[in-house]
């Protein structure tokens, strides 16, 4: 995929987004979006129906939609990495939470990590399975999009570099199913 307006961006688009094997994903670019509670975003994955909308406004803003794009994407990856893989990344985030670890990598997963309570990672209610796979996503967009700035990135460097550490070790960083 690729749009003419990111040609000339400052952006490092693609960037290192990990070769994808997998159906294809259709992107449409829609001047408003509604996330499948129907709420106004930037962008919203219907994983089932392997389509991702995207908020025309980003079009104009290469980094952000670099950023947005591959947490998207991200989702299709996280549905594809199996029970194992995912469980592992969450007791990466459960030991975060143990130690105190504040902030994260997008609002995404912000808000709802804002939201749990120990009970939700002790006994993995969707409040929290829904939390790790956004969390996943915002780290993969942080990881790949090429923008090094920005005021989500609000996750102490340590963490951030335990789950770039995850990634590589479970070869996210080589290739991705979609």
Not at 86 to 96: D, Q
Not at 151 to 170: N, Q, S, Y
Request: aromatic share 12%; glycine share 6%.
């Amino acid at each position: 995929m690729f749009f003419p307006s990111l040609r000339n961006s400052k952006s490092a688009w693609p960037a290192t987004i990990p070769r994808a094997v997998g159906r294809a994903v259709r992107v449409e670019i829609q001047k408003s979006v509604r996330d499948e509670a129907g709420d106004a975003a930037h962008a919203a994955t219907f994983v089932r129906e392997r389509r991702i909308v995207l908020e025309e406004a980003l079009i104009a803003d290469a980094d952000e939609f670099a950023r947005i794009f591959v947490h998207e994407l991200f989702h299709f990856v996280w549905l594809r990495l199996g029970n194992t893989k995912r469980r592992s990344f969450e007791r990466i985030i459960a030991g975060e939470l143990r130690r105190g670890v504040r902030g994260e990598l997008g609002w995404s997963a912000e808000w709802r990590k804002e939201r749990l309570d120990p009970r939700d990672w002790r006994e993995r209610t969707r409040r929290w399975r829904e939390y790790c796979c956004e969390s996943f996503c915002d780290t993969a967009a942080w990881r790949y999009a090429g923008v090094k700035k920005h005021a989500e990135f609000r996750l102490a460097a340590a963490a951030r570099r335990a789950r770039g550490e995850w990634f590589a070790r479970e070869g996210v960083d080589e290739r991705i199913a979609i």
